[in-house]
C-alpha cells in the first residue's frame, strides 16, 4: 500500500487525517475541510492517528472556559467522581482547585454526589456541582438530582460522555444522556465543538439558578481537551440575573390586610422556602403577637425557644402546632407547598405568600394569594399594618401547651423498650448535645418523624429529602453541609436503613477530614415499613435487616466509633464525638417498637 501524500491537522480538535486531501469533515468534532491544516513533512507520523485531542502545556481547552465559567457564577464547590469519560473535564476542575477557586470533594458514589450538591443548595441557596462519567456513573445520579428538582434547588450536573465517533451503535457504556435526564433537569445541553462553551455553562447556570432546577451539560470525550479559540473567554452572571425583589400586587397586598386587620387568632405558617427571609416574617409575628408553626422542612427556622414558636405541624409534628392550627381564624403561609405532609387545614382560611406563582393555590384554593418575594411582601404589609388590632396575644397559651406536650414527651420518655432505647428519650438527651448552631442532615424513616416531634430546635438549620423522601440523602447531604459550612458543627441523622445506602462515604468523610458526627439509630429493620405494614394489616415481610456493629465499621475506616446500649452512655458517647475534630459515629440501639 502507497504512503498517504500527505497529513492534515484539524485545527478545532487536533484529529490528523492522512491522505491526499482533507476529508469533507472531521469525524471527531464536524469540522469542515477548511479547518484542516496540512502538517509539514518532518512532523509527519507516517501512519493514520488516534484522536489527538489532548492540548499540550497550559493552553487553555474547551472544558478550561467552561470550569472558569462556572465559578465566575459562585460555584464553589463539586462533587463526584473521576473516570475515563471525564478526564480532561476534571483536569480543569483540578486547575480550578488547584488556584483556589473551587472546592473538589471525590465521593465513592455518584448518587452520594448528588445529593451531597443539593444539600449544599439546601443550606446556602446557591448552586453545587457533581460531576460522573457517561453511562452508569450518570444515571447513578439521577435520584440525588430528582431531590433537588423536587425540593426547588440550583444544582448543576456535568456529566462525560463517551467519543462522539462511537455514539450510536451502542458503544460501551453509551447512555443517551440529554434524554436520560430530560424529565429531571430544566436545562440540558451537549457540549459539541463548535459550540458558544461560555454561553453553555452561562445558560445552565442561568436555569438553574432562575428556575431553582437542574441544569445538566454533557461533555463528550474527546471535546473535553480540545483547545479553546483565542475568542472563547469565560462568562459570567453579570447582566445575566435580573432583580428578584418582587413587589405583591397592590390588590393582593389590599385583599391580604383586610384579612389580617380583622383576624383574632391568625397563625403564621413558614415553609422550605422562607429560609433566608425569616428576619422581616419574625417581625411580623411579634407585631401580630401570634403563632408560628413550620412545616417539617421547615424546622428550625424558627428557635422552639422563641415564646411564639409551635413547632413542626403534620405527620412529625407536635400536639402545640395542631392545637394553634386548628384555633386559628386566619393562617398567613409563606414558603410552604400544602402537600399532604405539611398537614396545612385547607378549611381555614389563608392568605399564602410564594415567588413561584404555581405553587399558589396549588392543591387547593387559598383565599388570597399572594404572588411576591416572601421578604419584600412582609415588608409591605408590616409597613402598612397598624401597631396594634384585634390580635390575641397567644404567647401565655403557647407555654402553657409547651408545657403540657414537654410532660407528654417525659411521658414517653420513661417507657422502657424490650429491644433498645425509646426515641422520646433520645432525642430528649440529643436536644441537650446537639451545638444550637449545628447542621443537622437527617435521612427518613421512623428516626426522622421522631426527630420532627422530639427534637427541640434552637438555631440548628435542618437539611432533608423533602418531596422526593429518598431513603440514604443523610450522609451524603451531611458531606455537602460540611462542604458549605466547614466552621459549623456537622451532624448527621440516620437510621440503620438509610446509613446503608451509602455506608463507604464515611472513607470519603475520612479522607477529607470532614468533621461530622454521625448520630445512627440502630433498629436492625426498615422500621416505618414494618409499621405500615402492621397498619395495613399485612404480614411484616422483608423489613429486617442484617448490620455489622456499626461502631467498629467506623473505626475500621479510620473514624471513631461509638456504642450506646443505655441511656446513660449517651451523653459520654456523643460528646466524645463531637469533640474528636474528624468523623465519627456513634450507633444508638434503638427499639423499633418505641418511636
Not at 419 to 444: H, T, Y
Request: glycine residues 12%; charged residues 20%; aromatic residues 6%.
Amino acid at each position: 500500500m502507497n504512503s498517504p501524500d500527505k497529513s492534515w491537522k484539524c485545527n478545532v480538535c487536533g484529529y490528523v487525517h492522512q491522505g491526499s486531501e482533507p476529508p469533507e469533515a472531521c469525524p471527531i468534532c464536524g469540522a469542515p475541510a477548511f479547518e484542516f491544516t496540512e502538517v509539514p513533512p518532518e512532523m509527519e507520523s507516517g501512519a493514520e492517528t488516534a484522536p489527538a485531542v489532548a492540548v499540550s502545556g497550559e493552553g487553555r481547552t474547551v472544558s478550561d472556559v467552561m470550569v472558569e465559567t462556572m465559578a465566575n457564577w459562585g460555584v464553589t464547590h463539586v462533587f463526584g467522581m473521576v473516570g475515563h469519560s471525564n478526564l480532561g473535564l476534571a483536569d480543569a476542575i483540578r486547575r480550578q482547585s488547584e488556584a483556589g477557586r473551587l472546592g473538589f470533594t471525590g465521593v465513592r458514589h455518584e448518587g452520594a454526589a448528588a445529593f451531597a450538591a443539593s444539600a449544599f443548595g439546601k443550606l446556602t441557596g446557591r448552586p453545587a456541582a457533581c460531576l460522573s462519567i457517561a453511562g452508569p456513573g450518570a444515571t447513578n445520579m439521577l435520584t440525588g438530582l430528582w431531590d433537588a428538582r423536587m425540593d426547588r434547588i440550583p444544582i448543576l450536573a456535568l456529566t462525560g460522555q463517551i467519543d462522539t465517533q462511537v455514539l450510536g451503535p451502542g458503544a460501551f457504556q453509551e447512555v443517551d444522556l440529554v434524554s436520560a435526564f430530560s424529565s429531571v433537569a430544566a436545562w440540558s445541553q451537549t457540549v459539541l465543538p463548535s459550540s458558544h462553551h461560555a454561553e453553555l455553562m452561562n445558560l445552565a447556570l442561568k436555569h438553574a439558578i432562575l428556575k431553582r432546577d437542574v441544569g445538566h451539560l454533557v461533555f463528550p470525550n474527546e471535546v473535553q481537551r480540545m483547545p479553546a479559540g483565542p475568542a472563547q473567554t469565560p462568562g459570567g452572571p453579570e447582566g445575566r440575573l435580573p432583580s428578584l425583589d418582587i413587589s405583591p400586587p397592590a390588590e393582593a397586598v389590599d385583599a391580604a390586610l383586610q384579612r389580617i386587620k380583622k383576624a383574632e387568632r391568625p397563625a403564621i405558617i413558614v415553609g422550605h422556602g422562607s429560609r433566608f427571609r425569616m428576619p422581616g416574617i419574625l417581625k411580623l409575628a411579634r407585631r401580630l403577637r401570634c403563632p408560628v408553626i413550620t412545616t417539617f422542612k421547615g424546622k428550625g427556622l424558627i428557635s422552639d425557644e422563641d415564646p411564639l414558636a409551635c413547632g413542626v405541624q403534620g405527620r412529625s409534628g407536635t400536639l402545640v402546632a395542631a392545637h394553634f392550627m386548628n384555633g386559628a381564624d386566619l393562617l398567613i403561609v409563606f414558603g410552604a407547598s400544602f402537600s399532604q405532609h405539611t398537614g396545612i387545614n385547607p378549611n381555614v382560611p389563608t392568605i399564602q405568600v410564594d415567588f413561584d406563582p404555581i405553587t399558589l393555590g396549588k392543591f387547593h384554593s387559598v383565599t388570597v394569594p399572594v404572588y411576591g418575594e416572601i421578604g419584600m411582601t412582609t415588608q409591605i404589609l408590616l409597613d402598612q399594618l397598624p401597631e396594634t388590632g384585634p390580635w390575641i396575644d397567644r404567647r401565655g397559651e403557647i407555654a402553657e401547651k409547651w408545657g403540657e406536650w414537654r410532660q407528654e414527651k417525659n411521658r414517653r420518655a420513661a417507657k422502657q423498650g424490650a429491644n433498645g432505647l425509646n426515641s422520646a428519650e433520645i432525642f430528649s438527651e440529643l436536644g441537650a448535645l446537639i451545638p444550637e448552631n449545628a447542621v443537622i442532615a437527617v435521612d427518613v424513616g421512623n428516626n426522622t418523624y421522631s426527630f420532627g416531634r422530639y427534637f427541640e430546635c434552637r438555631q440548628q438549620s435542618v437539611l432533608m429529602s423533602g418531596y422526593l423522601g429518598s431513603i440514604g440523602f443523610g450522609y451524603p447531604a451531611a458531606m455537602g453541609a460540611w462542604a458549605a459550612a466547614p466552621d459549623r458543627p456537622i451532624v448527621a441523622l440516620t437510621g440503620d436503613g438509610g446509613f446503608g445506602q451509602y455506608m463507604g462515604e464515611i472513607c470519603t468523610a475520612v479522607k477529607y477530614g470532614m468533621k461530622i458526627t454521625h448520630i445512627l439509630l440502630n433498629n436492625r429493620e426498615l422500621g416505618k415499613i414494618t409499621k405500615e405494614q402492621q397498619t395495613q394489616d399485612l404480614p411484616v415481610w422483608e423489613t429486617s435487616l442484617h448490620n455489622p456493629d456499626f461502631a467498629q465499621y467506623a473505626e475500621l475506616c479510620g473514624a471513631r466509633g461509638f456504642r450506646v446500649t443505655e441511656i446513660t452512655e449517651l451523653n459520654g458517647a456523643v460528646s466524645a464525638a463531637l469533640a474528636c475534630g474528624g468523623p465519627a459515629l456513634v450507633e444508638i440501639v434503638s427499639d423499633p417498637a418505641q418511636i
